[in-house]
């Protein structure tokens, strides 16, 4: 997945690079503008670049901290009516003009401030009497992303990467295009399967969260009924309680519960963007195999094995 991260560089460079290791390391495909992978000729402008850039994106990353950043003045483009914005927020403004999925981050002081300077933004001498820890501007562009409409989800504080990185972690598997995941069908569980070996908990926890990782996400849930997709996700709830809570360490819990979730709610993304309304029997296969739900009734009247899918040309 193509991830946007929309920040400034000078204060942010370590936090971004992590940010970008991390997501690397996940299979994503980040892209920040400092770096060498960054997608550099849709626009000889850098700016323009970028903005561009953003629009492609499969999610936007805003990241607020100290600083605003440089302001985007070109006239002799498409993006004229951005001129005199931070750079990140012609960014976002594109970003969101297309439909992208955007997440932000803010700084927790600078989120802490954000309301005192709400109150005193109109008295200048009030304003100018207090030492913010950011520029005005960033407190401006959050008050604007706060009344955003429609309304922005996904918005967290930090003040460390794991802030960042693990609600992240969970966004990115709620936003998946379903056709993305049929074009990826080993996406998420090899995500998952990284995300578990990660964690330092007690080993039988471990292996039964690595169980149900590749029972429920090595299948193709293309094309289901609804009472095949109800099952299916009360076959997860069952054997997450049966298998893995019960062998689960009562310091793991924080632990194996964000797992959990994490793996539920991509797989219930998944399901509800998979099923088909009209289906009540089993998909007839007509001339060749399509990737679409083969039912076995061992496998809780639906999936299969996508390493035994065989496509017959």
């Known amino acids: 997945m193509k991830i946007f991260v929309s920040s400034t560089i000078k204060d942010l460079g370590d936090l971004r690079y992590e940010l970008y290791r991390r997501l690397k390391e996940l299979g994503h495909t980040p892209w920040l503008s400092e770096m060498s992978d960054f997608p550099s000729n849709l626009h000889p402008d850098s700016m323009t670049n970028c903005i561009m850039v953003a629009e492609e994106c499969d999610i936007f990353v805003v990241i607020l901290d100290k600083h605003a950043g440089l302001s985007y003045h070109k006239e002799d483009t498409a993006y004229s009516y951005l001129s005199g ?32 300077y709400r109150q005193v933004k109109d008295d200048e001498k009030q304003k100018e009497s207090i030492k913010w820890y950011s520029e005005n501007a960033v407190y401006e562009f959050y008050e604007r992303l706060m009344h955003e409409d429609p309304h922005i989800p996904w918005r967290y504080t930090f003040d460390s990467i794991n802030e960042i990185i693990e609600p992240l972690n969970a966004i990115i598997g709620e936003s998946f295009p379903i056709e993305y995941i049929q074009e990826n069908p080993d996406f998420l569980l090899d995500r998952f399967r990284k995300l578990i070996n990660e964690k330092h908990i007690y080993p039988p926890s471990k292996k039964a969260l690595i169980e149900l ?79 679409s739900v083969v039912l076995q009734p061992n496998l809780y009247g639906v999936g299969i094995d996508l390493k035994k899918l065989i496509r017959k040309k």
Do not use: H, W
Not at 103 to 110: P, Q, V, Y
Not at 237 to 248: A, G, L, P, Q, T
């Open 85 to 116: 914005l931070k750079i990140s927020e012609a960014e976002y403004r594109c970003a969101r003009k297309k439909g992208k999925p955007v997440c932000i981050f803010i700084r927790k002081r600078a989120e802490c401030e954000s309301a005192i």
């Open 213 to 291: 990782n590749e029972e429920f996400f090595s299948m193709n849930y293309n094309d289901i009924s609804n009472e095949q997709m109800k099952n299916v996700k009360r076959k997860f709830d069952e054997r997450f309680s049966m298998n893995v809570k019960i062998k689960s360490m009562k310091r793991d819990t924080t632990e194996i519960d964000n797992l959990f979730n994490q793996m539920k709610t991509s797989l219930d993304i998944i399901l509800d963007k998979s099923v088909n309304e009209s289906k009540i029997e089993k998909p007839m296969i007509e001339g060749r195999i399509r990737e």
